[in-house]
């Protein structure tokens, strides 16, 4: 199997002797053993199988298997949330003394993990600015060990160029780790440009309903067997019953990524006429500063539109006062439209500056594109902007 849509459909558990034509659940914390010798072997992993659910499972495995496939990787680990992903594999591979390099457009729970709890262990960090990456060289010490970055960016939506950072990791012999969420496996493969790992948080659009939190990060092989160890003992794995519905999800995620991003796409080029509209960020918009790169390395450009609102912060809180259609969240990647106003909500505790630093102005806006009919979602949007 080669193909995109048979790899997220086929590949499942071995049928059980009920024959059973979709994956069962296996909801259980841990596995028997024939005799001591098998106990023994099992342990010393000499034997591939399941001992407990904390380790592997039947549908976290399945669920592993697949993404690792869609990503061209060699293994993977699930976890229970995407920052549960981020952090584990941060943790894994870093050790006291270290120094990542990182872009600065990151999610908000990754820069606290940057700058709160990191330096507790004397890991420290250095930002790039993502409109300038050709300063990342400079940022580069003896003891920097990991090259990290998202692309697409949150909540900016900028594109950081995948061939480029791999270039650079392999000349100073650094890990690059992408956080590949707002690409999803099908839009985007940072391991065919060189990244090392792939991080994505499952709880998006690869669940794409709101329904279950999850988190991976698949490979080199090597570097996962270093994370599943980590993660063996510190206890972050994703659940049977979360692994059973994303498997799932994957098997209709290549179907609703391009109905997303279609709708995505007439969503920004409404927003980019409209007089209210400062000016409007989609990789795939023509007027996107990293179009060219966008469509290098992007199969299709995403879900995620972000605009400035004419008016900052206080025009920001009123468009979302007015919408009467697309939900208020901060989550995203869902059926349903999702807008958030970063600058009060998310990004709220930033300071000016660092939020500047971060792409996101007073009046940026956030839509999580969804799979209504695309004409109600703009109507919504049409109307909260005259309001």
Known sequence: MENFETIAVRTQTERTQFLEHS???????????????????????????????????????????????????????????????????????????????????????????????????????????????????????????????????NPGVDILDLEYLGEIAKKHNLLLIIDNCFATPYLQNPIKFGADLVIHSATKMIDGQGRVLGGITVGNAELIREIYLFSRNTGPALSPFNAWVLSKSLETLPVRAEKHCENALKVAEFLEAEANVEWVKYPFLKSHPQYEIAKKQMRLGGNIVAFEIKGGVEAGRKFIDHLKFCSRSANLGDTRSIVTHPASTTHSKLSREEALEAGISEGLIRVSVGLEHVDDIIADLKNALNN
């Open 23 to 153: 994956t069962p659940l296996y909801l259980t914390s841990s596995y028997v053993f024939e005799d001591a010798e098998d106990m023994r072997a099992s342990f010393a992993e000499e034997k591939e199988r399941n001992i407990y659910s904390r380790f592997t499972n039947p549908n976290t495995s399945e669920f592993v298997e697949k993404i690792a496939k869609m990503e061209g990787a060699e293994a993977g680990y699930a976890f229970a949330t995407g920052m549960a992903a981020v952090f584990s594999t941060l943790a894994a591979l870093l050790s006291s003394g270290d120094h990542i390099v990182s872009a600065r457009s990151v999610f908000g729970s990754t820069h606290g993990l940057f700058t709160k709890y990191f330096p507790k262990w004397n890991i420290s960090h250095s930002y790039f600015n993502v409109q300038e990456p050709e300063t990342i060289e400079s940022l580069i010490k003896p003891e920097t060990r990991i090259l990290f970055a998202e692309t697409p960016t």
